[in-house]
């Protein structure tokens, strides 16, 4: 019975044993997902400020933008009508720049993604390339690693070129095109302009921190589009409607 009890101890020390190293293996394992988890999500965080810096063109700023998003209402003819969450860039307080992501729609294959800044005077600070799925060779050259295609929109505004030339030198416009990417060109000039149109409604509410202007107050379409973008629908909402 002595030696029964002796392998019977010897068994459940050997047990405990086991379910200890078990159970510290899993928590290291565990421990190292966490660190692993944060470091990504920390280097997300980092490169997302590399690009919010690139898109602002040296434009300098003291604040986390990341920290205080507002998100603003969908309209239908732009970033495929989903909301639009907006980051602002500020220096002592005050705000200097917007920061968005839009996708651009009418792709040559599919929607493509953009980081822009906007800076407070209207004019468009920098331009990046988030994602695309555009024909390599070809429409890939949207990207600024490929091609400096993007820095002729750098300093561009609604009246630098006037709203009729902002569109490709094809069909009239100011912008050139990429040599066999013409359908690619026109969606990313066109997102742009719509969305400094879009940001244009709500410059006093997002830089000057005033109340919306009366004469603005009313479902007025204010955005023309260009023949070839088959959108009908202008700007039916009030400014005072898009913030949330």
Do not use: C
Not at 122 to 131: A, D, F, R, Y
Not at 135 to 164: C, H, M, N, V, Y
């Amino acid at each position: 019975m002595k030696r029964a009890f002796q392998r019977w101890y010897k068994l459940v020390a050997a047990g405990l044993v086991l379910g200890l190293f078990t159970a510290f293996g899993i928590s290291m394992v565990a421990l190292v997902h966490v660190k692993t988890a944060m470091q990504i999500a920390d280097n997300q965080l980092q490169e997302t400020y590399r690009a919010f810096d690139r898109v602002l063109g040296g434009e300098a700023y003291d604040n986390r933008p990341l920290d205080h998003p507002t998100q603003l209402a969908a309209v239908d003819w732009l970033n495929g009508g989903e909301p639009i969450t907006i980051y602002t860039a500020k220096r002592d307080g005050q705000p200097v720049a917007t920061l968005l992501s839009i996708d651009a729609q009418k792709g040559y294959n599919g929607s493509i993604t953009l980081m822009l800044g906007i800076l407070a005077n209207g004019t468009l600070s920098g331009v990046e390339v988030v994602s695309h799925r555009e024909t390599p060779g070809l429409g890939d050259k949207i990207e600024s690693r490929r091609s400096d295609w993007l820095e002729q929109f750098e300093g561009r505004s609604l009246i630098s070129p006037a709203e009729d030339q902002w569109g490709v030198k094809r069909d009239g416009g100011l912008f050139d095109q990429i040599t066999g990417a013409t359908v690619t060109s026109r969606s990313v000039v066109m997102s742009l302009k719509q969305a400094l149109s879009y940001l244009q409604q709500l410059r006093p509410e997002l830089f000057e921190r005033v109340e919306p202007s009366a004469l603005l107050k009313t479902n007025k379409p204010l955005l023309k589009y260009p023949d070839w973008i088959t959108l009908q629908q202008g700007f039916a909402h009030t400014r005072q409607g898009l913030l949330i």
